[in-house]
């Protein structure tokens, strides 16, 4: 095998690089900037920001590294914002790394198990005080000296680092400066992170780079490098043929030849045969890798190889030596050296082959999740839901996937729970048996994912979900339920802006609650009408509105005085949804009412 495979320096890249020279001359004299680096798989991204993230070592920055990860359909929320943190650990003393929390110390247990235990879910911040506190934590770190944090592989971010990402954009006001990368073919097909990338460009001090492929003289000059002389005129002309640009491709190409392959057609079967020249064992523990995702723990990968932990150390030194697998850094496990080679894998596994490998992915996965913070937990649990799945197994995927949400919205990323109940309802007429185990019935389980989809802000789905659980609902035999319904309709289309939408369910919802005694729904629906009508300019009868509903409230409290006049614990207004930002209240019953806020 060649004695290398990439290039042991940046070829090109002169003008991408003084752009972000420029990002950290504005962090080092107080500003906060950005900078967004999009390109196709394997044109060099990662190589560029890891250089700049050297240049600003050099300059007494403060360099913070994390990584959006692909472990099939799940993520663990704040995956790359918590990687970076967790490098604070190695870099400062004890005393330093008390300053740099600060208040955020006794909060984010659920989030950094470094902290200490996790609070309660009933108690857990939510996700606004979540970005306030990882902020403040930046903000503390920048006053010490000028930060840079790299997050990678943006087109996997979850929802909760999209938010938090946007957050810190708009609000993170310091010496600091953040470097993103993307994949650009991947957004189109994920429209969240294309409409992040569009908001980020919106920051005044962002710069954003789309890396265009190597030109004729750069190719020859990469081969260079890698060969240690001047490649051949035929050389440099197969590489600007076939690899058109792509440093990765060219690289690959390179290592073919040098180990006398014929070149292929396709870059798929060049890495194909890239693996062939390994031992058979050694391309089963890569196929069992592809499928267990882009990073795979070691011990997670010895429990479904099933090989003695000497011999599969053996095996998968021998992957890392021919470039196929790196070590993933203090995180531990296994990196892919490109994702295109875990995906090319993973296609030419045989169609029996999956199942099988996903059920032993699930198996494994099954004795070890319960990560040390809820986060963590579902993360694990949403790769665990993920592999049974695709082993088919819908029972153990529902069940995995109903927790999975559970942890989800402890860790305070409700689009992440949202994802999770949605594959859970999905598979809810699969798996019957499973269904009837399930801690949420299918009520709740509608329930909590329009309540996240709302909080999310994926407001058409809050609204089909509240459809569901209204056709589901028979409002002659349960008016209150269907009342409370219809105004957490009427909330979630006034929250899309629908105002004539909203009106019209906030009507329907005292159409529903008005025949019976006076109730908490009526006068939260009345409540919720009030605010139409303000903004339509009819204050009298916002006013009258208002004076209904806590007229209702009173009458109530006094023909029962166990009632609170601030509602019950479901209420949009009790203590639980004023210190977060969503409500931790229990789902609904049937006969009771949800959450409308």
Same mark, same amino acid.
């Given at each position: 095998?060649?004695?290398?495979?990439?290039?042991?320096?940046?070829?090109?890249?002169? &003008?991408?690089?003084?752009?972000?020279?420029?990002?950290?001359?504005?962090?080092?004299?107080?500003?906060? #900037?950005?900078?967004?680096?999009?390109?196709?798989?394997?044109?060099?991204?990662?190589?560029?920001?890891?250089?700049?993230?050297?240049?600003?070592?050099?300059?007494?920055?403060?360099?913070?590294?994390?990584?959006?990860?692909?472990?099939?359909?799940?993520?663990?929320?704040?995956?790359?914002?918590?990687?970076? @943190?967790?490098?604070?650990?190695?870099?400062?003393?004890?005393?330093?790394?008390?300053?740099?929390?600060?208040?955020?110390?006794?909060? =984010?247990?659920?989030?950094?198990?470094? @902290?200490?235990?996790?609070?309660?879910?009933?108690?857990?911040?939510?996700?606004?005080?979540?970005?306030?506190?990882?902020?403040?934590?930046?903000?503390?770190?920048?006053?010490? +000296?000028?930060?840079?944090?790299?997050?990678?592989?943006?087109?996997?971010?979850?929802?909760?680092?999209?938010?938090?990402?946007?957050?810190?954009?708009?609000?993170?006001?310091?010496?600091?400066?953040?470097?993103?990368?993307?994949?650009?073919?991947?957004?189109?097909?994920?429209?969240?992170?294309?409409?992040?990338?569009?908001?980020?460009?919106?920051?005044?001090?962002?710069?954003?780079? +789309?890396?265009?492929?190597?030109?004729? %003289?750069?190719?020859?000059?990469? #081969?260079?490098?890698? =060969?240690?002389?001047?490649?051949?005129?035929?050389?440099?002309?197969?590489?600007?043929?076939?690899? +058109?640009?792509?440093?990765?491709?060219?690289?690959?190409?390179?290592?073919?030849?040098?180990?006398?392959?014929?070149?292929?057609?396709?870059?798929?079967?060049? =890495?194909?045969?890239?693996?062939?020249?390994?031992?058979?064992?050694?391309?089963?523990?890569?196929?069992?890798?592809?499928?267990?995702?882009?990073?795979?723990?070691?011990?997670?990968?010895?429990?479904?190889?099933?090989?003695?932990? %000497?011999?599969?150390?053996?095996? =998968?030194?021998?992957?890392?030596?021919?470039?196929?697998?790196?070590?993933?850094? *203090?995180?531990?496990?296994?990196?892919?050296?490109?994702?295109?080679?875990?995906?090319?894998?993973? /296609?030419?596994?045989?169609?029996? /082959?999956?199942?099988?490998?996903?059920?032993?992915?699930?198996?494994?996965?099954?004795?070890?999740?319960?990560?040390?913070?809820?986060?963590?937990?579902?993360?694990?649990?949403?790769?665990?839901?993920?592999?049974?799945?695709?082993?088919?197994?819908?029972?153990?995927?529902?069940?995995?996937?109903?927790? #999975?949400?559970?942890?989800?919205?402890?860790?305070?990323?409700?689009?992440?729970?949202?994802?999770?109940?949605?594959?859970?309802?999905?598979?809810?007429?699969?798996?019957?048996?499973? #269904?009837?185990?399930?801690?949420?019935?299918?009520?709740?389980?509608?329930?909590?994912?329009?309540?996240?989809?709302?909080?999310?802000?994926?407001?058409?789905?809050?609204?089909?979900?509240?459809? /569901?659980?209204? *056709?589901?609902?028979?409002?002659?035999?349960?008016? @209150?339920?269907?009342?409370?319904?219809?105004?957490?309709?009427?909330?979630?289309?006034? %929250? *899309?802006?629908?105002?004539?939408?909203?009106?019209?369910?906030?009507?329907? *919802?005292?159409?529903?609650?008005?025949?019976?005694?006076?109730?908490?729904?009526?006068?939260?629906?009345?409540?919720?009408?009030?605010?139409?009508?303000?903004?339509?300019?009819?204050?009298?009868?916002?006013? &009258?509105?208002?004076?209904?509903?806590?007229?209702?409230?009173?009458?109530?409290?006094?023909?029962?005085?166990?009632?609170?006049? %601030?509602?019950?614990?479901?209420?949009?207004?009790?203590?639980?949804?004023?210190?977060?930002?969503?409500?931790?209240?229990?789902?609904?019953?049937?006969?009771?009412?949800?959450?409308?806020?």
């Amino acid at each position: 095998m060649g004695a290398r495979v990439t290039s042991p320096v940046l070829v090109g890249r002169r &003008d991408e690089l003084r752009v972000l020279g420029g990002v950290l001359d504005r962090a080092a004299v107080g500003e906060f #900037a950005v900078a967004v680096i999009g390109g196709e798989a394997g044109i060099g991204k990662t190589r560029l920001s890891m250089l700049a993230g050297e240049r600003a070592r050099q300059r007494g920055f403060t360099v913070l590294i994390g990584g959006c990860l692909d472990i099939g359909e799940s993520t663990v929320p704040y995956a790359p914002l918590l990687e970076a @943190l967790r490098q604070l650990w190695a870099e400062f003393d004890s005393d330093a790394l008390t300053e740099v929390l600060g208040p955020a110390s006794a909060e =984010l247990g659920s989030l950094l198990p470094e @902290l200490g235990p996790p609070m309660a879910a009933d108690a857990a911040p939510g996700a606004g005080r979540v970005f306030e506190l990882l902020r403040g934590v930046l903000q503390r770190l920048a006053e010490r +000296q000028p930060v840079l944090v790299i997050i990678e592989d943006l087109h996997w971010a979850d929802n909760a680092t999209r938010d938090l990402l946007r957050y810190l954009s708009r609000n993170l006001h310091a010496p600091a400066a953040l470097i993103i990368t993307y994949r650009s073919e991947e957004l189109p097909q994920r429209y969240p992170v294309r409409k992040l990338v569009a908001d980020l460009h919106r920051h005044p001090g962002c710069q954003h780079l +789309q890396l265009p492929p190597l030109t004729g %003289t750069e190719l020859h000059e990469l #081969a260079g490098a890698i =060969l240690g002389h001047p490649a051949a005129p035929d050389v440099v002309r197969e590489l600007a043929a076939r690899a +058109q640009g792509n440093p990765f491709y060219a690289e690959e190409l390179l290592a073919a030849r040098d180990q006398g392959m014929q070149i292929p057609e396709v870059l798929r079967n060049l =890495l194909l045969l890239r693996v062939a020249e390994l031992g058979p064992d050694e391309r089963r523990v890569l196929r069992i890798a592809a499928v267990g995702g882009t990073r795979v723990p070691h011990e997670l990968l010895a429990a479904v190889a099933g090989e003695p932990d %000497t011999a599969l150390t053996g095996l =998968l030194r021998t992957a890392v030596e021919h470039h196929m697998l790196t070590v993933a850094g *203090a995180t531990g496990g296994y990196l892919f050296r490109h994702a295109l080679l875990r995906e090319v894998l993973y /296609e030419d596994l045989l169609p029996g /082959e999956r199942p099988a490998l996903h059920t032993a992915f699930a198996t494994a996965l099954a004795g070890r999740a319960g990560g040390a913070s809820p986060a963590e937990r579902a993360g694990e649990l949403g790769q665990l839901a993920y592999h049974w799945d695709a082993g088919g197994h819908p029972a153990e995927a529902l069940l995995a996937s109903v927790q #999975a949400g559970l942890a989800a919205e402890a860790a305070s990323a409700p689009g992440d729970a949202e994802r999770h109940y949605d594959r859970a309802l999905q598979l809810w007429d699969e798996a019957p048996q499973a #269904a009837a185990r399930s801690p949420l019935d299918r009520h709740a389980l509608i329930w909590r994912a329009a309540q996240t989809a709302h909080l999310a802000g994926d407001y058409p789905r809050a609204i089909a979900l509240i459809g /569901e659980a209204l *056709a589901a609902t028979d409002p002659d035999r349960e008016p @209150l339920r269907a009342s409370a319904l219809l105004t957490f309709l009427g909330y979630s289309h006034h %929250t *899309a802006g629908a105002i004539d939408s909203a009106e019209a369910a906030y009507n329907a *919802a005292l159409a529903a609650a008005s025949p019976g005694p006076a109730s908490p729904e009526r006068a939260r629906a009345l409540e919720s009408k009030g605010h139409v009508l303000m903004l339509r300019d009819r204050n009298h009868d916002a006013i &009258d509105a208002a004076r209904q509903a806590l007229t209702g409230c009173v009458l109530r409290a006094l023909k029962d005085p166990t009632v609170s006049l %601030t509602g019950p614990a479901s209420s949009p207004q009790s203590e639980g949804c004023r210190r977060t930002s969503y409500c931790h209240a229990k789902p609904p019953r049937r006969g009771g009412s949800p959450c409308a806020g």
